[in-house]
């Protein structure tokens, strides 16, 4: 991602995209598949973190917090958009 040697862990779940980072300090951010593909040149495989960090075009953006809770935080927001383990997905 852009000039310094932090990784951008690119997960598509349908039609949700969830990009999280490898570097401490920074947050996860949720968007639409097809509002993603619009946010980078996909002719490089380098990416700037403007484009991956667009809060005007997320549709979650969820820091972490070192709270208790924080991961229950994150599975709501997620199942929200029908994201869940598959032994979850099956029961609900």
Not at 3 to 13: D, H, L, R, V, Y
Not at 18 to 42: H, I, M
Request: aromatic share 14%; glycine share 4%; net charge positive.
């Amino acid at each position: 991602v852009g000039e310094k040697k932090t990784s951008a862990f690119i997960m598509e779940f349908g039609s949700t995209v969830v990009v999280e980072f490898s570097d401490p300090n920074n947050a996860c951010y949720v968007y639409s598949s097809k509002t993603f593909r619009d946010l980078a040149d996909w002719s490089d495989r380098r990416f700037s973190f403007r484009s991956l960090k667009n809060r005007a075009k997320v549709e979650h953006w969820m820091p972490h917090t070192p709270v208790p809770g924080w991961e229950d935080k994150f599975e709501n927001a997620l199942a929200a958009l029908e994201v869940r383990p598959a032994s979850r997905a099956r029961r609900q």
